[in-house]
T-cell receptor, first 115, second 116 residues
Framework: GAVVSQHPSRVICKSGTSVKIECRSLDFQATTMFWYRQFPKQSLMLMATSNEGSKATYEQGVEKDKFLINHASLTLSTLTVTSAHPEDSSFYIC???????????FGPGTRLTVL | AQSVTQLDSHVSVSEGTPVLLRCNYSSSYSPSLFWYVQHPNKGLQLLLKYTSAATLVKGINGFEAEFKKSETSFHLTKPSAHMSDAAEYFCVVSDRPGGGADGLTFGKGTHLIIQP
């Protein structure tokens, strides 16, 4: 149980285009999901908290107009990187947890490359 | 406030020998502690977690960790390394009962190298 999936696993896009990444909890409902960014050989950096039915909460320094988050249902959150630039190239990971537990279950990640 | 320190950025061991990945933490509360493993271009997989029950925690793939409050440590061990153990390992602390990734603090990671 507690499986989180992400789609796509890899995406390459041109500078200026927008890219949508999906995060799904496959066997449980998640009122809250989390989005991270990971640079090469570094730890995870929390970008934002995705809340079902309400606005996402962004960490300091993360542009909310750049990284649009929509938590459309209890099993799906999407991250849209708008007007992508090469510096947005990174590994993006989502996580979700079961209610009243502090264990986070992570998706397999999405490698974004902006040319 | 909480923090996590993984004492080694890289650890190299020979296949079949023991593995020790060190983690020290600080927390204002009774924390939950986790070890996650990340293989290249993959997400994080939970190895084990400590949540104030038994201080010696057994996880998947033969890994275990011991919570030592007096030393504020949560080191990860495995008796015999396998080539498939080569990966990045993260020690994570949570001081928020009931969860929430905004209550998580990640270590910087330890890269485990297995020599044949």
């Amino acid at each position: 149980g507690a499986v989180v999936s992400q789609h796509p696993s890899r995406v390459i896009c041109k500078s200026g285009t927008s890219v949508k990444i999906e995060c799904r909890s496959l066997d449980f409902q998640a009122t809250t999901m989390f989005w991270y960014r990971q640079f090469p050989k570094q730890s995870l950096m929390l970008m934002a908290t995705s809340n079902e039915g309400s606005k996402a909460t962004y960490e300091q320094g993360v542009e909310k107009d750049k990284f649009l988050i929509n938590h459309a249902s209890l099993t799906l959150s999407t991250l849209t990187v708008t007007s992508a630039h090469p510096e947005d190239s990174s590994f993006y990971i989502c996580s979700a947890g079961l209610p009243f537990e502090d264990t986070q279950y992570f998706g397999p990640g999405t490698r974004l490359t902006v040319l | 406030a909480q923090s996590v320190t993984q004492l080694d950025s890289h650890v190299s061991v020979s296949e079949g020998t023991p593995v020790l990945l060190r983690c020290n933490y600080s927390s204002s509360y009774s924390p939950s502690l986790f070890w996650y493993v990340q293989h290249p271009n993959k997400g994080l997989q939970l190895l084990l977690k400590y949540t104030s029950a038994a201080t010696l925690v057994k996880g998947i793939n033969g890994f275990e960790a011991e919570f030592k409050k007096s030393e504020t440590s949560f080191h990860l061990t495995k008796p015999s390394a396998h080539m498939s153990d080569a990966a990045e390992y993260f020690c994570v602390v949570s001081d928020r009962p009931g969860g929430g990734a905004d209550g998580l603090t990640f270590g910087k990671g330890t890269h485990l190298i297995i020599q044949p």
